[in-house]
Every structure is written in structure tokens, then in C-alpha cells.
């Protein structure tokens, strides 16, 4: 069995430190690179690019709204066609880092507020989709399991990733808990753990309600915002790995 372990990294901006993105590369097979919209900039964009070619960890772009005071968790209204024209402006950005150092871009995972949408509104999920498609097919499209976004993605014949989290719990409809609500974030190992292990091995995980969902995934998210992140990451990697888990980026099919 295989499945990749990514982060959301990149998010710092100026002075300002968010996560501890030089550990998390050493545990994770693959990281989200934000593109200076919800959070990052053009100086950490190129450093964590050249840290990744480094740790060889596949690179994806993590566009989010134009909202870095909210850390673009925060719904911001806009039309099919702005989504679109703001995924692609972000996407090229990153692209263009990648080209820079040496690299390619592997993959696209939508950030937030936009990801959560795009999880449900199957309209932003296309515009999403057909951004992606229209800079590089070839790249991987990561989203919501079960979500709009996964089928968009696979309706215009982009190849898709789904994605499943660690630390974050699940509504009975399969959509994340909101923040605002309780036991939305899971922050003991054990409780980390345990979703890990229901998800991987069993394909299914139970909601703050009790009602247990049918859930699997490829790839497994961690939070680089978070303030154990690392620790996170690491524990649930050696776990995966003593129960005989291959720790690996998503490929292209093809």
C-alpha cells in the first residue's frame, strides 16, 4: 500500500513566520506551496521551492483568495470567471519559481475558503478545473474526497488526487467541520492517529456526530500553520511506515 503525506507550507509572509516548513519536507512527500494571495510572497516562494528541489518532495501550487489578513479562510464573493483568472494568475506565478530553480510543478490543490466551495459548488469547481487545465493539463488536480472538485477535475480530463485530512474532522455529508465549531481540529496525536488509521485501512471515519462515512483517500494533509504540524507529520509517517505503508508522492497515471 502507498499513499502521500503533504503539507501546506509557504505561508509565511515578510517578517511574519508561519509553520516549520524545512521539518515538515524532511516527513512529508509532497507540499502545497502558497502563491502570495492567503498568505507567502515572492521571496518565500523561492525559498521553500529550492528547499523542496533540496528534499525532493513534489511541488504543488496552493492558491487561496486575495484575503492574507484572513488567511484566506474567509468566503470572499466572486464570479466563475474571477475564480478562474485568479487560479491561473497564481498557478503561473509558482510555475514560473519552479521553472527558476530547475523543477517542475506537480500538482494543484486549491486553498481554504476556495477549496471548501469548490468541494460543494460544482460552478467554482469548474473554473477551478478548467484553470488548471488550461496552464498545464499534465498537472495533478488535488481535492475534497467525494467533492465537486474531483469530478470537475476528471469531467475535463484532468488526472485527480483524493484527498482526505488528518487533522481535521468530517459533517455527515463528508465536507469538513467547520473551524467555528467544536472538535473541528484534532490536535491530540492519538485522536490523529486513530482518523489515520480508520481511513487507511478501513476506508471510512466517524463525524463529531458519531455517523461513520465511507472516506478514502490518496494522498493525507497536514495543516504547516498548525503549531505541531511537524510532530504530527512525523509520528503518523513512522506509524504508517511500521504497518508496512510505502510513503510516496501521487504520479500521473500516464
Known amino acids: 500500500m502507498e499513499v502521500d503525506l503533504n503539507a501546506d507550507i509557504g505561508e509565511s509572509f515578510g517578517p511574519y513566520k508561519i509553520g516549520d516548513d524545512q521539518r515538515l519536507m524532511d516527513v512529508v512527500s509532497s507540499v502545497n506551496v502558497a502563491c502570495g494571495f492567503h498568505g507567502g510572497d515572492y521571496r518565500v516562494m523561492h525559498q521553500v521551492v529550492k528547499q523542496?528541489?533540496?528534499?525532493?518532495?513534489?511541488?504543488?501550487?496552493?492558491?487561496?483568495?486575495?484575503?492574507?489578513?484572513?488567511?484566506?479562510?474567509?468566503?470572499?464573493?466572486?464570479?466563475?470567471?474571477?475564480?478562474?483568472?485568479?487560479?491561473?494568475?497564481?498557478?503561473?506565478?509558482?510555475?514560473?519559481?519552479?521553472?527558476?530553480?530547475?523543477?517542475?510543478?506537480?500538482?494543484?490543490?486549491?486553498?481554504?475558503?476556495?477549496?471548501?466551495?469548490?468541494?460543494?459548488?460544482?460552478?467554482?469547481?469548474?473554473?477551478?478545473?478548467?484553470?488548471?487545465?488550461?496552464?498545464?493539463?499534465?498537472?495533478?488536480?488535488?481535492?475534497?474526497?467525494?467533492?465537486?472538485?474531483?469530478?470537475?477535475?476528471?469531467?475535463?480530463?484532468?488526472?485527480?488526487?483524493?484527498?482526505?485530512?488528518?487533522?481535521?474532522?468530517?459533517?455527515?455529508?463528508?465536507?469538513?467541520?467547520?473551524?467555528?465549531?467544536?472538535?473541528?481540529?484534532?490536535?491530540?496525536?492519538?485522536?490523529?492517529k486513530e482518523q489515520v488509521q480508520q481511513i487507511v485501512f478501513y476506508h471510512g471515519v466517524r463525524t463529531p456526530g458519531g455517523e461513520r462515512i465511507h472516506l478514502k483517500g490518496e494522498t493525507i494533509c497536514f495543516h504547516g500553520d498548525g503549531e505541531d504540524a511537524y510532530q504530527h507529520a512525523r509520528f503518523i509517517r513512522e506509524y504508517l511506515q511500521d504497518e508496512g505503508v510505502v510513503i510516496k508522492a501521487c504520479d500521473s497515471h500516464d
Do not use: W
Not at 120 to 135: H, L, S, T
Open 52 to 192: 523542496a528541489v533540496d528534499k525532493n518532495v513534489k511541488i504543488g501550487a496552493h492558491p487561496g483568495y486575495p484575503d492574507l489578513i484572513g488567511f484566506g479562510r474567509r468566503h470572499i464573493e466572486m464570479t466563475s470567471e474571477e475564480i478562474y483568472q485568479l487560479m491561473v494568475y497564481q498557478i503561473g506565478a509558482l510555475q514560473a519559481v519552479c521553472r527558476a530553480h530547475q523543477t517542475s510543478l506537480h500538482h494543484v490543490k486549491p486553498h481554504g475558503a476556495l477549496y471548501n466551495l469548490a468541494a460543494k459548488d460544482r460552478e467554482v469547481a469548474r473554473a477551478i478545473a478548467q484553470a488548471v487545465f488550461d496552464v498545464d493539463h499534465n498537472l495533478l488536480l488535488f481535492g475534497l474526497a467525494n467533492s465537486a472538485l474531483l469530478e470537475a477535475g476528471e469531467a475535463i480530463g484532468l488526472e485527480v488526487v483524493s484527498e482526505v485530512f488528518a487533522d481535521r474532522t468530517y459533517t455527515q455529508e463528508g465536507l469538513l467541520t467547520p473551524r467555528g465549531q467544536n472538535r473541528a481540529v484534532l490536535t491530540e496525536v492519538d485522536d490523529i
